[in-house]
């Protein structure tokens, strides 16, 4: 790129299917992936980690078709019957 920047691929812990979803927490130092069967997971940028990890403790459905935050919450839209929250 003119700039000099590239993407970075940073794809461990994850499963080999379709990331639907991106949402992060209000201060910016979580990201989730809501992915195509395989449920949510999260990589926390803030700590330093580098590898996802799952996070499907009361998820209805492994199908997350969104994410999104409202009031400091994640919300789960899945191919279920509820809208999950994560903390």
Request: proline share 6%; with cysteine; aromatic share 6%.
């Amino acid at each position: 790129s003119p700039s000099g920047d590239s993407w970075v691929t940073n794809s461990s812990g994850l499963p080999g299917t379709r990331i639907n979803a991106m949402e992060s927490n209000a201060d910016g130092t979580t990201i989730f992936a809501g992915l195509n069967g395989s449920g949510t997971y999260r990589l926390n940028i803030g700590g330093g980690a580098s590898s996802w990890e799952v996070v499907n403790i009361g998820l209805a459905s492994p199908m997350v078709n969104d994410l999104t935050r409202i009031n400091g919450s994640i919300f789960a839209a899945t191919c279920g019957r509820s809208a999950p929250t994560f903390p």
